[in-house]
């Protein structure tokens, strides 16, 4: 494969094998020991209790639950429910006999009224019943959906039925991204059509964001803070010091990468913790939609490169770029639409329900979804495109469609697996996702910096001295071949001479052998060798 020549050597040019094995490794292992740690010894992220049965009233559908002794470290607060399964209506039409264990989801809804108050309306109402509102009215007599889960041991497998005393529990009910009252009333009335009989028995239980987590995840992201500035000016120095013309696209988006980073690891996090503010929480969710459009842009550009490059044809900026902006830039702004929309719903609504709630945005998540498919589907194409030629490419961009390949499918799944809200169950999941982006590009800004060594002998022209015996002396060969199809040049060395005044060193006979069957025999041309 041809190599722009203008181009500098960067450093994964000039390693062996080896270093590049152990370089794998490394990152490898160093983004399992982030995982690990954070899913073994990192704190929890949230803590789960249930709401004392002297807070929780009522009769028939109608319940109150009254949330005491709140502060703003429970932030992220979940409310559910559980409902003894002897009042859930149970269809198992697919439930066969031999079945002793079911996990059956079942839709449901509610009408909703939640009533924030003050720490000295919590002291002077505290036996509020939730009929009035006492403080600061924030949903009144809301529709909401949410889903009733069965899981546990069948009672008779002819019955196709739960035990009467197995809980069956909701989805969040509830949800409070920043906890700004000390007490919340709510009042909820479930609709009769998914229970078999009147409730006589709800359990209330809270989830919140665990302070120690927070703490945690603090210190996480600002020490990859500081790495991301130190490597950010490392790799802007290093770069500096060549002339801009030889700089390849790959390093100068590697560069803004980089500089992203920086950003991606949330330098704000602190003020936006302490501050519990909504722009805060937008700016972020900017740069890390910003960073992850990025990453997609500079593979498409990296893979398209190298195929351009494959088939020797000229890269014509005018159509090589704009394409590929205005692809990813579709995508980064359904993606930015999405998550700003999720994050004002549920500061502004606690029953919001990202699962069920589909008006407004959905059409911008419909489309980050499409043009996610889109960009895997290009990608696909390209490599496919790629696989005739995987051979005559250089080691240098062998590795990087590989190792850009890995990473692109974990980044394509979480994005993906982060909409869906599957993630974010325990730590390791979270210091993971942000060591994996961070090693990826410190790896990539070392393999990618300037190196005044010479390029590695591998790649499409392979050049290789393979070991042999002298002959004796007086042995002369007749001749000797080099083969432009890949073998090596090989030479007579005389190291005791024929005679005094010889040279040490003799070519002897040369036979240069083509595809056209062209041969050169000097000695038959009467052209004596030295």
């Known amino acids: ?71 703003q470290k429970h932030r992220n607060l979940d409310i559910t429910a559980a409902f003894r399964a002897k009042h859930i209506k149970l269809h198992f039409a697919s439930l066969k006999k031999d ?24 002291a002077h109402y505290n036996q509020n019943n939730g009929a009035t509102c006492a403080g600061t009215q924030l949903l009144l007599d809301y529709d909401t959906a949410f889903t009733i889960k069965c899981v546990g041991k069948v009672g008779e497998p002819a019955a196709k039925e739960l ?4 809980w069956c529990h909701s989805s969040h009910l509830l949800h409070f991204t920043e906890v700004a009252y000390a007490g919340y009333d709510v009042r909820a009335t479930f609709d009769g059509a998914s229970f078999g009989s009147e409730v006589d028995e709800v359990r209330f239980d809270m989830r919140y964001g665990n302070v120690a987590e927070t703490y945690y995840l603090m210190g996480f992201k600002y020490c990859f803070v500081g790495i991301s500035v ?22 100068e988006m590697l560069r803004l990468l980089a500089g992203l980073l920086v950003l991606f690891n949330d330098p704000f996090y602190a003020l936006e913790e302490w501050k519990a503010s909504a722009a805060l929480g937008v700016l972020s969710v900017l740069f ?18 190298i195929r351009v490059d494959a088939k020797e044809q000229r890269i014509v900026r005018r159509s090589f770029y704009p394409a590929k902006l205005a692809f990813v830039g579709v995508f980064w702004l359904a993606a930015l639409v999405t998550e700003c929309y999720n994050l004002k719903k549920r500061r502004d609504n606690p029953a919001y329900n990202i699962h069920i709630h589909r008006h407004v945005y959905v ?44 990473m692109g499918v974990i980044v394509i799944g979480g994005v993906v697996l982060q909409h869906e809200a599957h993630l974010n169950h325990n730590m390791g999941e979270v210091t993971g996702y942000y060591s994996l982006f961070n090693l990826y590009v ?23 001295a393979h070991a042999r015996e002298l002959p004796a002396p007086g042995d002369r060969r007749s001749t000797e071949h080099i083969d432009h199809d890949g073998g090596g040049g090989d030479f007579d060395l005389d190291l005791d001479g024929e005679a005094a005044g010889k040279p040490a060193v003799r070519m002897g006979d040369l036979d240069l052998d083509f595809d056209a069957d062209l041969d050169l025999d000097l000695g038959d041309l009467g052209v004596e060798s030295p």
């Open 363 to 406: 059409f911008f998540k419909v489309l980050a979804h499409t043009f996610v498919a889109l960009y895997v589907a290009w990608m696909a194409c390209m490599v496919l495109a790629l696989f005739t030629e995987i051979r005559s490419l250089s080691r240098r961009f062998q590795f990087l469609l590989l190792f850009s390949g890995v």
């Open 288 to 305: 890390q939609t910003t960073f992850v459009a990025a990453l997609l842009l500079f593979w498409l550009i990296l893979v398209d490169h």
């Open 163 to 166: 035990e009467a005393e197995e």
């Open 99 to 122: 079945f002793v264990w079911m996990d059956q989801a079942m839709p449901a809804k509610a009408k909703l009224s939640v009533c924030g108050l003050s720490e000295q309306q919590v």
């Open 442 to 464: 410190y790896t990539m800004c070392y393999l990618y910096a300037p190196s005044r060594e010479m390029p590695a002998a591998y790649g499409q022209v392979t050049m290789s």
């Open 230 to 251: 130190l490597a950010f000016a490392m790799y802007s120095l290093v770069l500096g010091e060549t002339a801009r013309a030889s700089w390849s696209v790959e390093q």
């Open 1 to 71: 494969m041809g190599r722009n020549n203008k181009h500098a050597v960067v450093q994964l040019e000039t390693m062996s094998r080896s270093a590049v094995w152990c370089i794998v490794f490394l990152f490898l292992s160093t983004f399992t020991l982030f995982t690990v740690l954070g899913a073994d010894y990192g704190p929890a992220m949230y803590k789960t209790k249930q709401i004392a049965d002297e807070h929780v009233t009522g009769e028939h559908f109608d319940w109150t639950v009254r949330i005491r002794s709140m502060t």
